[in-house]
């Protein structure tokens, strides 16, 4: 038997697989990502329902190695960080992808929550870049860009 429909508010709060180093956890501080897929089963692909509360971001501005991104905006605003720093406003019903190694960030700068789904998909050899922060992922966790941990 298949699992039963939910309602997408009450799904899952999903958890960062990443412990970020406290500096760095408090720029996260109002991002709320519930897992849409998980609760189906369903390891293939993963569509989040994120709410970011006004000031906060989506993440770090970081890119992927090998991993596809997709937002699809349904409330509020955003402002969209890409490579080099260039901003685009999405506002409900648009969308933005991002290609690997493609950097980006949102970041809700108005007056009431942005929600918005997020779709991507494991890859393998996937590895997280952050060109605005003195911070890489390594197989003990975080350390700075001069290998010195955090």
Known sequence: MSSPPITAAEAPMQRSTFAFPP???????????????????????????????????????HSHRTREEFVFVLAGEAVLIGDGGAESTLSAGMCAGFAPGRAH???????????????????????????????????????RKDGTPY
Do not use: C, K, M, W
Not at 28 to 48: K, M, N
Not at 125 to 139: E, K, Q, S
């Open 23 to 61: 500096a760095f956890a408090a720029r996260l501080a109002g991002l709320e990502r519930r897992a849409l897929t998980a609760p189906f089963g369903i390891q293939s692909f993963g569509v989040g329902l994120t709410r970011i509360r006004p000031g906060h971001g989506s993440g770090l501005h």
């Open 105 to 143: 960030h949102l970041e809700n700068r108005g007056a009431v929550d942005l929600v918005y789904l997020d779709i991507t998909a494991p890859t393998p050899g996937d590895a997280v870049a952050f060109p605005d922060d003195d911070l890489v992922v390594t197989a003990d966790g975080f350390a």
